[in-house]
Each structure stands twice: as C-alpha cells, then as structure tokens.
C-alpha cells in the first residue's frame, strides 16, 4: 500500500507571497492532519480535516488555511508569508483513530 | 510548565547497547501514548502506541507507560547503528483531536 505522498518536496518562496502544499493520504484513509516542524518549537498541530470538514485547529494565525477534497486529497495554503514560516510542513493521515497517524516526507519551505 | 518534557539529547551509545528514552508529562486528558522515529530530513514514522500502563513489547522495542508518574519510556534492545534517528514522544488527549509532540531526543549508536 502507498504511503503519505506530499508535493512539492522542497520550496523556497519569498516574503509577501503565498504557497499551497498537497498532500495525498493512504488510500482508504478519511483523516487528514497538517503539522509545522521547527528546531524551535518542535511539532506543533495545524488542522485536522475528515470527510472535507475541518474538525479541528492549532494556534495559528488565520493565513494558514486548508481544505481537503472528496477523494481525501488535502491541500493547505499559506498566504503573506513570513521569515518565521520556513519549515517542515507535514502532513499525517489516519482511518479514524487520530493515535494512529500516518506521516508523509514533509515539504521544506524556505522563505527568503 | 510544557505539557511534555523530552531530553533533546544527542544520546550516543554503542552498538549492541540497551537505549532508555523518556518523557515527562503534565496533562492527565492523555489518553494514548505514541514513539515516533524521524530520519534526518524524513518525516516521523510511528514505532508504538499504547493506552493503558505497563509495558508493551514489539520487537526490539519496548514502551513502557506509568500514568501515576506521568512518565514513558522506549528501550531498544541490542541497538543497531541504523537506530540513529530522532525519538518523539507523542499524546493524544481525551477530547482533543491533535496529537502534542515532544521536542525529541537524537540519538546516535556508534558501530
């Protein structure tokens, strides 16, 4: 079975501009999870969709946005980026029970 | 107080060796409890997870959770240099939908 696929695997992106990061989860999976991975500030949870509903949300601002499709896909979008947003964006799918998470290779972010 | 205290390490050790890591943590809603390993620039890949205290076994790898402590450990056995990774400890809490991370532990087996 395909694991967790993200694209693009590496981005470098330059203040003031937006990104949308994809991500294609384990077939038969319905739950999808975004995470932001610093040194500093480790894993820290963005969203969670399942079923094209957004079911819950981290302490971020309002520029980091997502959606999923009906097949699952799910993208994220951040708009106005900042220095502070370059990182390893990862996306983590599940069937149901949110302690068994899947994770893909992440996509690099820099932002110049 | 952060919810989970994880040494960062770098815990280096040679080949063969039995590998203690552990975490601490502060909120009682943790309901299961997660070890995910990360390979430099891979994402964090799910080793174990368990729900309630005591020890389970997969393996080389043992989890060991003591919620009276607030306290879990991983133990690899005979370690091998492809063990060298990042450790996470993660948790899933009682009527919250997101995982909480720990900071991670590096670890290094010398061959």
């Known amino acids: 079975k395909a694991g967790v696929t993200q694209t693009p695997r590496y981005l470098i992106k330059t203040r003031g501009q937006q990104v949308t990061l994809s991500c294609s989860p384990i077939?038969?999976?319905?739950?999808v999870s975004w995470y932001q991975q610093t040194p500093g500030q480790g894993l820290q949870f963005l969203f969670e969709?399942?079923?094209?509903?957004?079911?819950n949300k981290g302490n971020f601002p309002g520029r980091f946005s997502g959606r999923q499709f009906s097949n699952s896909r799910s993208e994220m979008n951040v708009s106005t980026l900042e220095l502070g947003d370059s990182a390893l964006y990862l996306c983590?799918?599940?069937?149901?029970?949110?302690?068994?998470?899947?994770f893909g290779p992440g996509t690099r972010l820099t932002v110049t | 107080q952060k919810e989970v205290e994880q040494d960062p390490g770098p815990l280096s050790v040679p080949e063969g060796a039995i590998v203690s890591l552990n975490c601490t943590y502060s909120?009682?809603?943790?309901?299961?409890f997660m070890w995910y390993r990360q390979y430099s620039r891979k994402g964090p890949e799910l080793l174990m997870y368990?729900?309630?205290?005591g020890n389970k076994e997969d393996g080389r790898f043992t989890a060991q959770v003591d919620k009276s402590s607030k306290y879990i450990s991983l133990f690899i056995r005979d370690s091998q240099p492809s063990d060298s990774a990042t450790y996470l400890c993660a948790f899933f809490p009682r009527g919250r939908r997101a995982l909480t991370f720990g900071s991670g532990t590096r670890l290094q087996v010398q061959p």
């Open positions: 077939s038969g999976h319905r739950s």
């Open positions: 969709y399942f079923s094209e509903t957004q079911r």
């Open positions: 368990t729900y309630s205290s």
């Open positions: 909120n009682s809603a943790f309901q299961y």
């Open positions: 983590a799918s599940s069937l149901e029970a949110l302690y068994e998470q899947y």
